[in-house]
């Protein structure tokens, strides 16, 4: 059975799926409240699920990560943000997103 998992309410999120036990665990929510070009605007506030991640992949040994640290890469598609600033100074864009990295680390700053 496929399962709707935004209909709770919960935005976009990032799932990690066991293939063993099939048990699907939710590793990150998608912040919508981060929007780039800072002057565009996201025209489906409120809906949940239209922003997107994409392209997962499990970058670890390529970077000096602490002992059992997973470090992933991934694109966020920020469907329906528009009319930020795009290069040339327009404000053509169709739309955002963000490349991103993913850790289990507590605080990959310090």
Known sequence: ???????????????????????????AIINRKVILPTDAVDRKTGETGTWESTGILDVSRYYSTAPAETLLILAVQAHYVKGGLTIGGNQQLVESGQLIFLTNKPDPLK
């Open 1 to 27: 059975q496929l399962n709707d998992f935004s209909s709770n309410g919960t935005e976009a999120s990032i799932w990690q799926l066991d293939p063993t036990t099939l048990i699907a665990r939710r590793i």
